[in-house]
């Protein structure tokens, strides 16, 4: 519609004129039912233009053919119908319209566009008309009570998040001309079991994830991939049979078939059936090329890959097969029933993630022929003891061992070539030694009990000095990266041969007071959690504070920013409860924001160069700077 047409209004309803027929743009009434007439203005009604009615009961006329978009978004009604001349319903036709329970689609209608039925709470039943040929996206995103949807045969595909936290819905039936699911048409329903359409041939992303109460799924013979995450939290899911046809799970490239050329991947990227804590077993059609089962646990077809370990199996220990080479990413992952796995003595490469999260895991010892260990690959086992690495192994992933809690030593192989390696939050980690290989430390943070830190001798970019870790650069210069956070030292003088320092180098360390040194220009966001420092001498150099330099520092009374400061970052001492009294310089102009957020004992703050030089830069807002409201500004 033209947005210059004129509007009309006639018994309340307003509306516009082209030259098919008339269109209604809004209601303006108060009648309890509202019969829309077949003309207005001499013509045919033919259409509702977007929201154009609301609190309304509608009784159909012949002429309405179209329901335009978001046309009757915001009515109150309980029961619509709709008449039999109908052809197409618009996106978001009923949108939001919480309080429809009853809707009677007319045969004639042949369209149905996304959107159309979107939060409709309490629609509980629905009959689709014979000639419509597919479900548009969202069409019943979040009908919270819908329980039936009857889908006529004829009807190819279903879009995208069709059928999203439709939690009343425990069943459906699609007929066999289905076929095409889009990905999450299904995410978070109610549902409970569910059989495909013999003619699907793929599963698309997320289709099922979050289906809370999904116990059953009948694959189609003819399905050759499923994507990924399309199981993911389908917490009641017990088993899953898999059938010939199968060729792909989660990757796009599968394991390798004799003759075929294919290649084995880099892992199963991402795991189909993750956070499936009831899932018991896999159970394999014999005739798949790609894939079989062994006592419910999925592998390769020549069991050289083990692919998923079901999580809801209930054994403590699980020893992996002999000529198993391979453990594809995820593939242990969040299991919270292992202790003890025991590894071949053929493996030789843990993928990504594979043993992520599993809290109770304490024994996993590498045989002498693993040479590879994925990122997060160990990560938050919270209860994995020592774990020897064999001579053999020459990569580790980053953060391979973060979250590994029991860990005391981390003796890495003098055969490890790595680029990056993390090593942070072992809370009783004590020593590490770092080989040659690795070319970059990442982190060293949230490692209390870290005493030792063992660079391997002539290491061209690191060395350890006085508790200290120092990245080389050429011309000898020194990037100070992290002092160790068992040091002792109550008084620390940050080094002056140092070209700058890492962001978190400080971070958690227990010194009470701290000096830089003469020409530092910048602190960084450096000391984070501080919950000793009381005292920072900051030089005269000093131009700038990095973001979030001192939150956290609860033991921090009194703050004097030096002359010549001139920004500060946001939420840099955010945090510090201790914090009475703060002095800003004449010379400071960049505030930001939130720079003393919950810092609830501050009560004094003092501001160098009078009135005049604060009120017209008018950089100090209560608001952003998040001063709170008993702090009393004095000039000095």
Known sequence: ??????????????????????????????????????????????????????????????????????????????????PETLQSIGEEAFGGLGTLEKLAIPESVTVI????????HALKHIRLPKQIRGIGAYSFYNCLQLEEVIIPEGVTYIGRYAFENCRSLKRIHLPDSVKSIDEDAFYESGLVSFTFPPEVRSIERCMFSGCKDLEEVILPEQVTSIAINVFEQCSSLKRIRIPASLENIGNPVVVGIPGSGK???????????????????????????LLSSQDGVLYSKDKTMLILYPQGRKEEVFSIPEGVTVLTSSSFYNNPYLKEVYLPNSLREIKDNVFAKCVNLKKAVPP???????????????????????????????????????????????????????????????????????????ALSGCPKLEEVDIAEGHPRYVMEDGMLFEMEPGKKRILLRLLQSDKREVFRIPDNIRRIQRGAFNGCGFRKVFFPDKMKLVPDAFENCTNLETIHFPASLRAI?????????????????????????????????????ELPASLRNFGVSLFQ?????????????????????????????????AVFRYK
């Open 263 to 289: 290649k084995s991947p880099n892992g199963w990227e991402k795991n189909v059936f993750s956070n499936c804590e009831s899932l018991e077993s896999f159970d394999v059609d014999p005739d798949n090329r």
């Open 113 to 120: 566009h996304g959107f159309a039925f979107r939060g409709c």
């Open 598 to 630: 919950g810092c609830t004992g501050l009560t004094d703050v003092y501001l160098r160069g009078g009135a005049r030089t604060w009120c017209r830069r008018n950089v100090i807002r209560k608001r952003r700077t998040n001063f709170p409201d008993q």
């Open 1 to 82: 519609m033209n947005n210059q047409s004129p509007i009309y209004c006639e018994n309340g309803l307003q509306y516009t004129l082209n030259e098919e027929g008339a269109f209604i743009y809004r209601y303006e009434g108060d009648v309890e039912k509202l019969v829309i007439p077949d003309t207005l203005g001499g013509k045919p009604v033919i259409g509702l233009l977007a929201r154009s009615l609301a609190n309304t009961k509608a009784t159909p006329n012949p002429y309405i053919r179209e329901i335009d978009y978001e046309s009757i978004n915001r009515l109150k009604l309980k029961e619509i119908m709709l």
């Open 368 to 442: 002498s022929s693993l040479t590879s260990i994925g990122t997060g690959a160990y990560s938050f086992c919270a209860n994995l003891e020592e774990f020897p690495m064999p001579s053999s192994l020459n990569h580790i992933g980053e953060k391979a061992f973060i979250g590994c809690d029991r860990f005391e030593h981390l003796i890495f192989p003098d055969s490890l070539n790595v680029r990056l390696l993390y090593i942070c939050s072992m809370e009783n980690l004590k020593t590490v030694r770092i080989p040659l290989g690795v070319q970059y430390i990442g």
């Open 546 to 582: 990095d973001t979030l330099a001192f939150s956290g520092c609860t033991a921090l009374k009194k703050l004097v920013l030096p002359d010549g400061l001139e920004e500060v970052g946001n939420y840099t001492f955010a945090g510090c409860t201790g914090l009475e009294s703060v």
